[in-house]
């Protein structure tokens, strides 16, 4: 009998299978990817804080409605939530256009940058930016820092979604005829704050709720047991977690579809086309706010679960097929909410409808569910899909954390089973702030600034720390430090203070003075840059003004290609600088190995261009929206709260030997230990990186055969 448990315990919860190096590895391609997947099917923020005008509708009344509450941020499973509600205000095919933008331009390049890296350096992502330069550390700890204090309040969301699962089954549903009481008085169950006509906001809610209590508790257990023992664990439990949702969601849309009228509400979806909505700004800061959030990047679970694939895995295209999996899911579940929409009878333009993820999951679905019939068995369906996708989201929030523990110093000493029981612990101990008689408060407080602030700035960090710090010594070896510094500061300072100029005056003088800056600044370096030993390639080449300026702006994102053979075999006998492969072709040594597909040069300009100064314009709205919020202590423990998270990136750049602790010792000097190869002609197929029990050794030169 005993070897019979044994045998069938072996089979739910197997061993982690071990890569060449040691490292744990997914049991296959497919379940890295289905966790993957499952990731992106959240959202943190459902209202729209950062926008201008809903920054504005945040001042009507100091005692918000349900709706107004739910404008700081709400925690949502944004697939299935927040995209429809994001779309329901910009209803209409030509939503499609700022989307599909936004997730070629912002959504997969960040994801590739994160899979990649974690990829290449297999650690945590602590492990991954220190590879990326030693003083990058900061940024990665507050990517998991990120996560980890997003999942201590998102279990207590799926706490409330049980209590809701658990009152499907009873012969009334207990919402029907009062869904907005059942919510607030019976799952919510907190106490109104007073608000003072002077002074701060005061909230008398004291003690925990009990059944918010146990549900989080029983959540925090099932996290557990998804991801106690690795990415084994991890690689079964996912098909539950992935396959179940999928399968309810097909018969949800199946039935939201053919309730009466719901032919109206998808036309507000597909068949209407309101082309002058993209005159304005709104629609295309929602859309990129909407692929950003869907996503999922700036967790840290992305690199944490890249670390544990195998290390010459295709990560381009799996990073394709998990963001186009991604939007595929969001696009088609939000037929099933529209269904409902035109069922409810709900219009864009009604000033008493606001959608949100709080309103569609905990109302508006809801109280569509209570009128059709048979709601108890559609309830039960519905509540059950959003607590597996929640609970998949969970664990991967978890997971950067306990794999940054995992291959610390300490960590290797200690069993994973160990790790992860104590930071589930932790972690449900703090979680009972968000449980109490003022919690729904103080998560809304704290997840409007991790997200709208918090979030956005550490993806910004990652952005601008891999395009402008990875090998920067190369650049400084041609044109010297001052210019190198001069440019570098240009670029980070057009963002800041184009942002700054456009709050403050309006957008057209912050454009102006973020591209003056950056003009004047590339003047500046190339005028005190010294020129260039290396000639610049093709149409850079043909002075040294043009050269420096390649060097300084366009190094970071060009390839080995584009260098012709004599200056490339220049370049990598010079004892100035290293062999030119800069992170995209460094990359490519080992994700597009095998003829796996290649990080195409665009990816290298957009991360750099693009995708930073959308971010910097994205952050830049949560300071305002905190003005309207500063005489309400939670608020105020919130903004906090993102600013020492924020504070870690800079901790890190100054000091970053203070995170050594984080890093094996084995991979303490993968960034810096990097050296020339041999003159002679060495093609990137044949530099690779080699990872033996000292680990990894970065420019080795090996045989066309080993490649």
Excluded at 51 to 64: D, K, M, Q, T, Y
Aim: proline letters at 5%; glycine letters at 10%.
């Amino acid at each position: 009998m005993a070897a019979g448990f044994k045998k069938v315990y072996k089979w739910l919860a197997p061993d982690a299978e071990k890569e060449a190096d040691g490292r744990d590895k997914w049991p296959s391609r497919a379940s890295f990817i289905l966790a993957a997947m499952q990731i992106t099917r959240r959202s943190i923020n459902s209202g729209e804080t950062w926008l201008p005008e809903e920054i504005h509708s945040l001042v009507f009344g100091r005692n918000p409605t349900l709706t107004e509450r739910e404008q700081g941020g709400a925690i949502g499973l944004g697939n299935l939530l927040r995209y429809p509600s994001v779309v329901f205000a910009n209803n209409g095919l030509q939503w499609f256009i700022p989307y599909f933008i936004a997730l070629f331009f912002l959504g997969i390049p960040v994801l590739i940058l994160e899979i990649s890296i974690g990829q290449a350096y297999r650690g945590s992502v602590v492990v991954a930016f220190n590879g990326i330069h030693k003083h990058t550390k900061g940024v990665g700890l507050a990517v998991i820092m990120t996560g980890f204090a997003v999942a201590t309040y998102y279990v207590p969301i799926l706490a409330w979604i049980m209590h809701y699962f658990r009152s499907s089954f009873q012969s009334t549903l207990p919402w029907a005829g009062r869904g907005e009481d059942f919510y607030l008085l019976d799952v919510i169950a907190n106490t109104e704050p007073i608000t003072p006509e002077t002074g701060y906001i005061q909230y008398p809610g004291r003690g925990l709720v009990g059944e918010t209590v146990g549900w989080c508790a029983f959540m925090w257990f099932l996290v557990w047991l998804s991801m106690y023992k690795g990415v084994g664990m991890t690689g079964r439990v996912v098909y539950v977690t992935m396959g179940v949702p999928v399968v309810i969601m097909i018969i949800i849309l199946g039935r939201s579809v053919s309730l009466p009228n719901a032919r109206e509400g998808i036309l507000l979806y597909v068949g209407e086309w309101n082309g002058g909505k993209l005159a304005s700004g709104k629609i295309w800061q929602a859309a990129a706010g909407q692929i950003f959030f869907s996503i999922g990047v700036g967790f840290g679970y992305f690199t944490s679960y890249a670390s544990y694939n195998s290390r010459f895995a295709n990560s381009v295209q799996d990073s394709l097929i998990i963001a186009f999996s991604n939007s595929a899911y969001e696009v088609i579940a939000a037929f099933a909410v529209f269904g409902v929409i035109g069922f409810l009878g709900y219009e864009p333009g009604d000033p008493n409808v606001s959608l949100s993820t709080f309103t569609v999951g905990f109302l508006t679905y809801p109280l569509a569910l209570a009128e059709m019939p048979g709601s108890q068995v559609w309830s039960v369906l519905f509540f059950l899909t959003l607590g597996l996708l929640g609970m998949s989201s969970a664990f991967a929030l978890v997971e950067s954390f306990v794999t940054l523990i995992c291959d610390s110093q300490l960590g290797k000493r200690t069993p994973r089973t160990v790790i992860s029981t104590t930071v589930i612990v932790v972690a449900f101990l703090l979680s009972l702030m968000y449980c109490s008689r003022f919690g729904f408060y103080l998560l809304d407080a704290v997840d409007t600034w991790t997200n709208n602030l918090c979030l956005v700035f550490v993806v910004w960090s990652e952005c601008v720390a891999a395009s402008t710090l990875y090998r920067y010594k190369d650049v400084v070896g041609q044109v010297g430090g001052i210019a190198y510094l001069i440019h570098s500061l240009g670029y980070i300072l057009s963002m800041v203070l184009g942002v700054a100029v456009g709050h403050a005056v309006n957008p057209s003088a912050g454009a102006g003075v973020g591209f003056g800056i950056f003009i004047i600044s590339n003047i500046f370096a190339v005028f005190l840059g010294k020129t260039p030993l290396i000639p610049a390639p093709r149409f850079f080449g043909k002075n040294p003004w043009l050269s420096k300026l390649w060097w300084l702006g366009f190094y970071p994102v060009c390839s080995f290609s584009l260098l012709s053979k004599p200056i490339a075999l220049a370049l990598v006998a010079s004892p100035n600088v290293r062999q030119i492969n800069q992170l995209r072709q460094d990359l490519n040594v080992i994700v597009a190995k095998g003829n796996k597909w290649k990080i195409p040069v665009a990816w290298s300009i957009i991360i750099r261009y693009v995708s930073p100064p959308i971010l910097a314009i994205i952050v830049s709205f949560a300071y305002p929206a905190f003005y309207l919020k500063r005489k309400d202590p939670l608020h105020i423990v919130g903004f906090t709260m993102a600013h020492l998270i924020m504070c870690i990136t800079a901790i890190g750049f100054i000091v970053p030997r203070w995170f050594d602790v984080f890093i094996p010792l084995d991979k303490l000097n993968v960034g810096s230990d990097m050296y020339t190869p041999p003159a002679g002609m060495v093609e990137p197929e044949s530099i690779n990186i080699q990872g033996d029990e000292k680990g990894y050794t970065m420019g080795k030169k090996v045989s066309p055969s080993a490649s």
